[in-house]
Every structure is written in C-alpha cells, then in structure tokens.
C-alpha cells in the first residue's frame, strides 16, 4: 500500500465501537469501547476523538473501510450508513470488509473462518474453498480446519488466532481490496434475516 494512503476503519456489528487508522502499513491509532446499544449516537463522537488524538482530520483521509458484518441487524447498517454518507460528503472511496474477509486477511490457507452467531449457530466460511453461510456448529466444524474467529475454540483440531483486532484487520483488507481493484459501494452482510416482524394488528381506520 502506498505510505501516502490514511484508511479510516471502523466496525459497530457487535457489541461494540470499535476503529483504527492506517497508514501505509503503519497502525496510527485504534481504539475500542464496548456498549450493547447506543453505537448510532457514539458513533461519530468516538471517531473524531480517535482522529484527534492521532493529530489528523477528517480531510486528511483517502479512503474508509467499513465492517459489513455478519452481525447485529442494526449495528451494520449503522455502520455501512456512516460510511456511506462520509464517502460521499470528503469526496472519497469506502469498501465494506465481511468478518470473514477480516479475519482470513494474511492468514495462511487453507482456513475455516467460524464466528458466534448465537442461538446454537455459527456463521462459517471456508477460505477459498465456499460461500459463506449460517449452520450449526457441528455442521460448520464439518468444513474442516484450521479454523478462526470467536468459536473457534468450540473446534477439534487446531486454531489460528487473528493477526490483528478486528478494526485493524478491516482496515488492512480494506486497503487490500481498494488496491486491487474498485469496488462497490458498502453494503450490509447478513447471513440471517432480522428479528424484527411486520406487527400483526390490523392498521387503523382512516376516517374520511
């Protein structure tokens, strides 16, 4: 990567706010605050706070990385949405980074990436060798390993532990992928559809 790039990298599809800065290869800065809910609000704050610190701006940066998830329903599009719009508004690209290509990034073939998905089930990709998809764990252990990611150690066999945090593993993924070639705008991946149903009542009546 040229050292004159500065990725901006961020990730709220879990629990979490979680960045980092890139530089070249050199990691400027990273933070990470845990929170249930609330990412919609923090968001923003937290990112300015985080390119402060490191002395740079907003028009400093030359692109943005952005986790897509598999994750929590609204916390990726919080984050896709961020993205989106500050693409737009600095005049600069954004590429969406999955959780498996954040994990996989640098790590040697052949690896199973494998992530808690709660509910008995695991989101799981074999590098490489499938799409990925939401089973159940004995099913995504059936992908063979080695295997990382957060239920990794559920897995027989051996475990390969991240090179970097998640933040810092999207922005050099990121950087990976807008140097290879140009890529779409973000967008939300999600291997399972949202809790969230249409309410059963009937609407109200409109009185003419």
Known sequence: MPPDTLILAF???AAHCAAALLSGDRLLAQALEPMEKGQGE???PFLEAMLSGAGVGWHDLTALAVGTGPGNFTG???AVAAAR???LGLGIPAVGVTRFQALGHGQPRPLTVIEDARRGEVYVQRLDGGPPRLASLEDGIAEGGPFTGSAAPLTPGPVVLPRWPLAEAIA?????LLADQPQPRPAPFYLRSADATPPSDPPPLILP
């Open 11 to 13: 990730d709220t599809s």
């Open 42 to 44: 923090r968001l923003m």
């Open 76 to 78: 990726v599009r919080i």
């Open 172 to 176: 050099r993924a990121g950087a990976a």
């Open 85 to 87: 719009g500050l693409a």
